[in-house]
C-alpha cells in the first residue's frame, strides 16, 4: 500500500488479574521439567497496516488499542515504534 | 408491554428468549437487528446469548459497535429496562452498562450445566418475583463466564447490593465447590448503579418450563412484568 506504515501492538491481561491460560502453559511447563519458569502470562498481538501521516496514525493508533483492541477495564496495551 | 430482542450475528438464544417471552410468559416481543437504530418501541430489552461475531477479538467486543448497542444505551441511560444474559453480560461489560469483566473459565473449559443462583437482591426489576435467598436452578453454558473486576470496585458492587445472584450449593452457601467458573465471590449476575440493567451467565430462557428441567429462570420474566404493571400503575395514579 503507498504511503503505508506498520504498528505492532501487543494486548496482555493487567498485572493482578487472573490468567488462566497462562497459569496452564505454566503449569505445563513445570511438567515438561521446565520448573525454572515460575511465571506466564499470555496475551495477544495484532500487526496494524495504516494509512497516514506518523503524527496522527500515533494518536489514531491509541484510540484503536483503547476502544477496541484491548479492554481498559482487564488489560493493557503497548505499541512497538512504527516502521 | 413489550419486549425487544437483539438479534447480533451469532446470537444464539435470541429465539430462546422469544420462546420464553411470547410462549410461556405470553407478551408482546420483536427481534431487533443489529444493524437497525430502532427499538421498536421496546419496554424492555434483552441482549441474548450466543457468539456475536463468533467471539473473535473479545466475547462481545464487537457486537458493542452495533448501531443497534447505540440505541441500547441510550435507552438504558434514560432508565429503560436491559438484560444481558451470557454473550449479552459480555456486550454490556464491553459497552459500559456493567462493571467489570467476564475472563476465561479458571479451567478453561467450556461448562454447560445446571446451577443453583440465590437471589441476593429480590429488590430489583429483575427479581422482584423472588424472595431474598431463594434458590432458583438455572443452567449455565460459557467459556468466558469468569467474573472479574478490582478489589475496590467489587467491594462497592457489594456494598451497593449490586450483586444481584450468586452461585451456590444446595445448602444454599457459597462454597467454591459451586462456583463454576471462577467468578469473584461466586458472582453469577450483577445490575448496575442504578438498578435498570441486568447481567448473569446462566440462561433464564432455558428454564421457563419444568419440561426444560427447571421452571425457576421464569421468575426473571415475571419480575420485569411485574415491575412495569407496577410502574404503570403508578402512572396510571
Not at chain 2, 34 to 47: C, E, N, Q, R, T
Request: glycine share 10%; charged share 20%; aromatic share 8%.
Amino acid at each position: 500500500m503507498p504511503n503505508s506504515k506498520k504498528a505492532l501492538v501487543f494486548v496482555k491481561l493487567k498485572e493482578g488479574v487472573l490468567d488462566p491460560q497462562g497459569v496452564t502453559i505454566q503449569k505445563a511447563l513445570a511438567q515438561m521439567g521446565y520448573d525454572e519458569f515460575v511465571g506466564v502470562r499470555s496475551g495477544r498481538f495484532f500487526e496494524l497496516e495504516v494509512l497516514g501521516d506518523a503524527e496522527n496514525i500515533e494518536t489514531r493508533i491509541d484510540e484503536v488499542c483503547s476502544k477496541l483492541l484491548a479492554n481498559p477495564v482487564i488489560e493493557d496495551y503497548q505499541v512497538e515504534p512504527i516502521k | 408491554m413489550k419486549f425487544g430482542i437483539v438479534t447480533f450475528p451469532g446470537s444464539n438464544c435470541d429465539y430462546d428468549a422469544y420462546a420464553a417471552v411470547k410462549h410461556v410468559l405470553g407478551e408482546d416481543v420483536d427481534f431487533l437487528w443489529h444493524k437497525s437504530s430502532d427499538l421498536a418501541g421496546s419496554d424492555i430489552v434483552i441482549l441474548p446469548g450466543g457468539f456475536s461475531y463468533g467471539d473473535y477479538l473479545r466475547s462481545g467486543a464487537i457486537a458493542r459497535f452495533s448501531p443497534i448497542m447505540q440505541e441500547v444505551v441510550a435507552f438504558a441511560n434514560s432508565g429503560g429496562l436491559v438484560v444481558g444474559i451470557c454473550n449479552g453480560f459480555q456486550v454490556a461489560t464491553e459497552v459500559g452498562l456493567l462493571p467489570g469483566a467476564l475472563i476465561r473459565n479458571a479451567h478453561l473449559r467450556f461448562s454447560c450445566k445446571q446451577t443453583l443462583l440465590r437471589v441476593e437482591n429480590a429488590e430489583t426489576p429483575f427479581t422482584c418475583a423472588c424472595t431474598k435467598g431463594e434458590i432458583l436452578e438455572i443452567p449455565i453454558a460459557h467459556g468466558d463466564g469468569n467474573y472479574y473486576n478490582f478489589e475496590g470496585n467489587i467491594a462497592e458492587l457489594e456494598a451497593n447490593n449490586q450483586v444481584a445472584f450468586r452461585y451456590v450449593n444446595a445448602a444454599g452457601e457459597v462454597v467454591p465447590g459451586a462456583n463454576p467458573n471462577g467468578s469473584i465471590n461466586n458472582i453469577a449476575g450483577i445490575i448496575n448503579r442504578e438498578g435498570n440493567v441486568l447481567g448473569m451467565m446462566p440462561h433464564p430462557e432455558r428454564a421457563v418450563e419444568s419440561i426444560l428441567g427447571s421452571a425457576d429462570g421464569l421468575k426473571v420474566f415475571e419480575s420485569v412484568r411485574a415491575h412495569m404493571a407496577n410502574l404503570q400503575g403508578v402512572g396510571q395514579k
